[in-house]
Structure formats: C-alpha cells, structure tokens
C-alpha cells in the first residue's frame, strides 16, 4: 500500500498538481499568516464579511454558554436543540419555500438530498461543472446519470426530448453560481425546460445566497424564478459552518426519514447554528455589505483585464485569473504570497488542464487599500513572470 501511495504522490508532483496544507493563523476578517508570512487573504468565501460581524460573533458566545461546545448527538437522537428552529424558519423565509432542513455541511446537504430523493429508474441530469458533491450525490443515488455541457441548454433540452419516453422521475441539477469561474446558471431557462419537460428542478446555491438576488435571496432570486428545491450553505456568505435544503415541507419531512447523512451526522455545535442564524438575518437588515461586495468585484474585474489578464466575464465575488498550465498558477501564487497577498492557485482536477488559475475571492470586509494593494502586486508579479506584457 505504502509503494502505491508514494507512487502516486510522485506522479502527482511531476504533473505540478500535488496537494499540500498550509497553516493559516487568522489576524482578523481578511488577514492571517500563513507558512509563517503575514499576508492580506483573498482566497475565504467569507463574501460579506459577517464572520467577525460583533453580532454574529456574539450570538455564538451565547450559545455556548447555554448549550456547551457540542450537539452531542444526531439531530434525531438528542441533538436537535431550539435553536435550529429559528434558523431553519429564517432560511425558508429567505428562500421562500415552506421549510428547510440544516445538515453537517454544504457537502452532506447535496449528497443527503441527491441520494435519497432519486433512485432506480430515474434520471438526473447535471451540469458538466457542477459541484463533486453534486456528482458524489449523483452516484449513491442510484439514478442514471447524463451531464450537459456547461449552461447549455439547447443540450440540455435535446437531451429530454431524446429521453421523453423513459420511465422513472427526472432531475434537472446546477450550481447556482458556479465555484471556480463564478457564473451564473441561467435559472429562468432552466425554469422553463423544467416545467416543458416536467422536470423538478434543483439548485445548489452555496455561491449564489447571500450575494446575488434581492436581499441576498440567492440566484434563483435574481433570476425572479424559482427551483424545486433548493440547497445551499451556511459557510460562505452566511459566515458559519453547516448546509441545508429550502424545500416543500413534505420534502423535509422525508428527509429526516430517508437521508443519511442526516439521520448519522452529529448536529451542529450550537455557536454555527446561532451565528448563522444572526447572519440570514443580517442580509436583510444591512443590504450595504451586498452592494459593497458586488462592486468591489466589478472594480477587480476590470483593473485585471486593463493590466491583461485573462477574467472571465462575471459580477460576482469569485474572480478567476487564469494562468493556463499548472506550474505557473503554483508559482504565480508562491510570488504572491511573497509580496503579502494571499490568492490560491486552482489546478486540474477541480480545473480543466490548461486553465489552471488563481482564484481571487472578494468580501465586503476587504478595504480599498487591500483590494489597491492586492492588484499592484498581482500587476507586479505577473509582469514580472511574463503572465501579462
């Protein structure tokens, strides 16, 4: 096993896509040290900054003071305590559905949903860039799979009416903002195949809540469509830890009967539940952090394409510099981080070989001297690697 393991991670490092950990010591909302240098983080999904929010902070305080450090046990068995109800009716508030339902993470609400709403016979189709988790649901499922290319839905559409004739229940399944270019799936579209086709449609929306739609109510807002059900996180935007499914009340009900990873998961540690609840409802009470945010990214997007790089088109916090092959987004990074700016470099297979990228992330917490500074140095570095001319 050991030869096979150090095989591997020798093929890894040749291909320049070999994985390792750093040690991040947070100084405050946007700053930490990092393998020891002292740097501004662009890389958290912390999008609003609400994190370190003083009420978020101390809702979390509260909680464990009167519930302790841990749930303790499943949901189901003793872990179910009063503060999932008030952040499970602000998310259906927020996302206009009659219920919601609060998992482990983002990761077990997309694989806990997937794997128990579908099964033999059906038939799930998936966008080519949707999440793992999305795929991994996919698969225990039991439901046949067909992924369409990215956003298209003159495929997507020729796909149904190939299969209209096959028994069982189809599934439409997207991101809502898409993790690594940071589009949008076109929600109102799909809306409408879905219904052409009598398709139920679900969306992932860990990217989309909280940043994009009236309120932060997510893509589907944006849009002024709606899914089926919807699924998403509380630890991006939301500045927390969990996941959870926006859904009929019939859907949740079946879920704490049928899914897995909910009914064998611990619950939540009563601060995430708190914090998050504080947060769904600060998206309402302080809309500046949105706005800020949005036009913090429309600020880098533009600065990086004058200098010439290479941003795909796009409004939302998450800003794609791509670099192309996998050695030269690691020491793009590396030259970076040397200068005081954190910004990750994403290489296959979360990417496509060849685009290979520095993945930007915006927060309304950024400052105009840190989004100033941070494109100096990535102007500076990238001339000097002759990235841009």
Same mark, same amino acid.
């Given at each position: 096993? !050991?030869?096979?393991?150090?095989?591997?991670?020798?093929?890894?490092?040749?291909?320049?896509?070999?994985?390792?950990?750093?040690?991040? +010591?947070?100084?405050?909302?946007?700053?930490?040290?990092?393998?020891?240098?002292?740097?501004?983080?662009?890389?958290?999904?912390?999008?609003?900054?609400?994190?370190?929010?003083?009420?978020? /902070?101390?809702?979390?305080?509260?909680?464990?003071?009167?519930?302790?450090?841990?749930?303790?046990?499943?949901?189901?068995?003793?872990?179910?305590?009063? $503060?999932?109800?008030?952040?499970?009716?602000? $998310?259906?508030?927020?996302?206009?559905?009659?219920?919601?339902? #609060?998992?482990?993470?983002?990761?077990?609400?997309?694989?806990?949903?997937?794997?128990?709403?579908?099964?033999?016979?059906?038939?799930?189709?998936?966008?080519?860039?949707?999440?793992?988790?999305?795929?991994?649901?996919?698969?225990?499922?039991?439901?046949?799979?067909?992924?369409?290319?990215?956003?298209?839905?003159?495929?997507?559409?020729?796909?149904?009416?190939?299969?209209?004739?096959?028994?069982?229940?189809?599934?439409? #399944?997207?991101?809502?903002?898409?993790?690594?270019?940071?589009?949008?799936?076109?929600?109102?579209?799909?809306? !409408?195949?879905?219904?052409?086709?009598?398709?139920?449609?679900? #969306? +992932?929306?860990?990217?989309?809540?909280?940043?994009?739609?009236?309120?932060?109510?997510?893509?589907?807002?944006?849009?002024?469509?709606?899914?089926?059900?919807?699924?998403?996180?509380?630890?991006?935007?939301?500045?927390?830890?969990?996941?959870?499914?926006?859904?009929?009340?019939? /859907?949740?009900?079946?879920?704490?009967?049928?899914?897995?990873?909910?009914?064998?998961?611990?619950?939540?540690?009563?601060?995430?539940?708190?914090?998050?609840?504080?947060?769904?409802?600060?998206?309402?009470?302080?809309?500046?952090?949105?706005?800020?945010?949005?036009?913090?990214?429309?600020?880098? !997007?533009?600065?990086?394409?004058? /200098?010439?790089?290479?941003?795909?088109?796009?409004?939302?916090?998450?800003?794609?510099?791509?670099?192309?092959?996998?050695? +030269?987004?690691?020491?793009?990074?590396?030259?970076?981080?040397?200068?005081? #700016?954190?910004?990750?470099?994403? !290489?296959?297979?979360?990417?496509?070989?060849?685009?290979?990228?520095?993945?930007?992330?915006?927060?309304?917490?950024?400052?105009?001297?840190?989004? +100033?500074?941070?494109?100096?140095?990535?102007?500076?570095?990238?001339?000097?690697?002759?990235?841009?001319?």
């Amino acid at each position: 096993m !050991r030869e096979s393991i150090e095989r591997e991670m020798h093929r890894l490092e040749a291909e320049g896509v070999r994985r390792r950990l750093r040690e991040q +010591d947070d100084l405050g909302p946007m700053r930490a040290v990092i393998d020891g240098r002292e740097a501004l983080v662009f890389s958290a999904n912390d999008y609003l900054g609400l994190s370190h929010h003083p009420d978020v /902070v101390r809702e979390a305080e509260l909680a464990v003071a009167r519930y302790g450090a841990s749930a303790s046990a499943s949901r189901l068995v003793g872990g179910n305590h009063p $503060l999932y109800r008030r952040l499970e009716a602000s $998310l259906a508030r927020l996302k206009g559905t009659e219920s919601a339902m #609060v998992f482990a993470t983002g990761y077990a609400a997309n694989t806990g949903l997937l794997s128990s709403i579908a099964g033999t016979g059906d038939t799930m189709f998936v966008d080519k860039l949707d999440h793992a988790s999305i795929y991994d649901g996919v698969a225990l499922s039991d439901a046949e799979r067909r992924r369409y290319p990215h956003v298209a839905t003159d495929r997507l559409e020729a796909m149904l009416r190939a299969d209209r004739d096959v028994d069982g229940r189809r599934f439409i #399944v997207t991101d809502g903002v898409f993790s690594m270019d940071g589009d949008l799936a076109p929600i109102g579209e799909l809306r !409408r195949i879905a219904d052409e086709h009598d398709c139920i449609l679900i #969306v +992932d929306d860990a990217h989309g809540t909280g940043v994009v739609g009236p309120n932060g109510a997510g893509t589907s807002g944006h849009f002024g469509a709606h899914a089926d059900i919807e699924v998403g996180t509380l630890s991006k935007a939301l500045g927390s830890l969990g996941g959870f499914v926006a859904c009929e009340s019939a /859907v949740a009900e079946y879920l704490v009967n049928k899914s897995r990873p909910f009914i064998f998961s611990t619950g939540l540690p009563p601060a995430s539940v708190a914090a998050a609840a504080r947060a769904v409802e600060l998206l309402a009470e302080e809309p500046e952090r949105q706005t800020r945010v949005l036009a913090i990214s429309a600020r880098v !997007r533009a600065a990086l394409s004058v /200098v010439g790089f290479e941003v795909p088109e796009g409004f939302t916090p998450i800003v794609p510099i791509i670099v192309g092959a996998s050695e +030269d987004a690691t020491g793009f990074s590396d030259a970076c981080l040397a200068e005081g #700016v954190f910004i990750p470099a994403i !290489r296959t297979p979360s990417v496509p070989k060849g685009r290979a990228r520095l993945r930007m992330t915006l927060s309304a917490a950024h400052t105009d001297e840190d989004v +100033d500074f941070a494109l100096g140095v990535l102007e500076r570095m990238g001339k000097e690697m002759g990235l841009v001319g």
